[in-house]
């Protein structure tokens, strides 16, 4: 991609979703890279869910702009639960002036593709040779060739379970906001906190490990995941914070276990500091006191802003989506000082190529009292999700030391 760069592109997807259940769906996942397949722009993930209510052949259309890094575009065709998923004409085109140009995307349409192995030439193909999983081509009048995925038994992926989980899941009344959440396990009371946009599923590498030795509540925070927002102001880690001590105020829980992430992790530092009575141990991953170049990597920030003029320009866009962008941009503004109320044992922990400078991660950890600071070497800032093992050992080792 690295001719196309700066411009912006559009993928066209034909999708047919059968679905056998509500929790069940096919979707597309578009991720950038540099050179190296593992070198992720996480600036540039886009995941598209296909309605769940359609089982008519439909074009969706995924858009965004080709970032100043890039060298390959990767489009993974995602199914999860069971049922009959269908993919077909996957076309790619480049904006060049005025008018959008075709890439094509070899083997996009299946047309030659093998009906003995129709994810032959296809990268990490191997993904789909599971149990319960079939994978062959269908021909369909008018159409020729189209991929499907037929998925049955124990082929669901709890990452669309965890947040989906009506037996566990309840909600609370955050002053009008309805803040949903989940419980799995027994033992100490464990808080685990997303980042910015995610939601409880974020944590899908984690929870069955927690769950084994305390008791998670996994939350999804105000305006995201299945959490309402019926207010109008701006998002703030202290308006998110306060969620959070009403929530385990209504558990009738203090001396709770913490773990934030990014945002997450931004929300623990303030509910620690305001309310130390409220947390035992505290874990922040890829957390920041501020919203500079001192604490964040500049190309993000510039990221953040240009990603936000763009959807202000745009019509329909939702507004949560602004809001919490917005924030990235304006906030935390947490003094260093202020973090010495903290009495809960801290691990303060980002990745050695974090979007959190070092030296800001350093000054967290400086700043409260008693801390450890740990930099896991070759990780990013998405370590919750790309090394959970290497996560879940630092975490639990601290909060069972």
């Given at each position: 991609m690295k001719k196309?760069?700066?411009?912006?592109?559009?993928?066209?997807?034909?999708?047919?979703?059968?679905?056998?259940?509500?929790?069940?769906?096919?979707?597309?996942?578009?991720?950038?890279?540099?050179?190296?397949?593992?070198?992720?722009?996480e600036?540039?993930?886009?995941?598209?869910?296909?309605?769940?209510?359609?089982?008519?052949?439909?074009?969706?259309?995924?858009?965004?702009?080709?970032?100043?890094?890039?060298?390959?575009?990767?489009?993974?065709?995602?199914?999860?639960?069971?049922?009959?998923?269908?993919?077909?004409?996957?076309?790619?085109?480049?904006?060049?002036?005025?008018?959008?140009?075709?890439?094509?995307?070899?083997?996009?349409?299946?047309?030659?593709?093998?009906?003995?192995?129709?994810l032959k030439g296809f990268k990490n193909a191997e993904s789909a040779k599971k149990k319960g999983m079939v994978v062959s081509l269908e021909n369909q009048e008018g159409r020729g060739q189209s991929l499907r995925i037929h998925a049955e038994g124990g082929t669901i992926d709890n990452r669309f379970f965890y947040g989906n989980n009506t037996a566990g899941g309840k909600y609370v009344n955050c002053g009008g906001t309805k803040i949903y959440y989940e419980t799995y396990g027994n033992g100490e009371p464990l808080l685990l906190l997303h980042g910015n946009g995610g939601s409880i599923s974020s944590f899908t590498g984690q929870i069955e490990e927690f769950a084994k030795s305390y008791k998670v509540i996994v939350v999804d925070t105000r305006g995201q995941g299945k959490s309402t927002d019926t207010q109008t102001q701006h998002f703030s880690y202290n308006l998110f914070a306060e969620d959070m001590k009403t929530l385990l105020d209504s558990l009738g829980l203090k001396q709770v276990n913490v773990v934030g992430w990014s945002d997450g992790g931004n929300t623990g530092l303030l509910l620690a500091s305001k309310y130390p009575e409220y947390v035992k141990k505290l874990v922040t991953m890829g957390a920041n006191l501020n919203p500079s170049d001192k604490a964040i990597d500049k190309k993000m920030l510039k990221t953040i802003d240009k990603d936000l003029k763009r959807l202000k320009a745009q019509k329909d866009t939702d507004i949560v989506v602004i809001r919490l962008l917005e924030m990235l941009l304006q906030e935390p503004n947490i003094s260093p000082e202020s973090l010495s109320t903290?009495?809960?044992?801290?691990?303060?922990?980002?990745?050695?190529?974090?979007?959190?400078l070092e030296n800001h991660t350093q000054l967290i950890g400086a700043s409260i009292p008693g801390a450890k600071v740990s930099i896991l070497k070759g990780q990013t800032h998405e370590v919750v999700v790309d090394n959970p093992k290497l996560f879940n050992q630092v975490v639990l080792e601290f909060l069972k030391a």
């Open positions: 196309h760069i700066g411009k912006q592109y559009r993928l066209n997807v034909d999708i047919k979703n059968e679905p056998a259940d509500s929790i069940s769906g096919g979707s597309i996942l578009v991720l950038q890279t540099k050179k190296q397949d593992w070198e992720y722009l600036n540039t993930r886009t995941t598209f869910f296909a309605p769940k209510d359609t089982q008519d052949w439909k074009t969706y259309t995924i858009t965004g702009a080709i970032d100043p890094e890039a060298q390959k575009m990767w489009f993974t065709l995602v199914t999860y639960g069971n049922g009959d998923f269908y993919f077909d004409n996957m076309k790619l085109e480049i904006k060049e002036g005025e008018s959008w140009v075709e890439l094509p995307i070899e083997g996009g349409d299946f047309e030659k593709s093998s009906a003995g192995n129709p903290i009495k809960a044992k801290t691990l303060v922990v980002a990745g050695e190529h974090d979007l959190i």
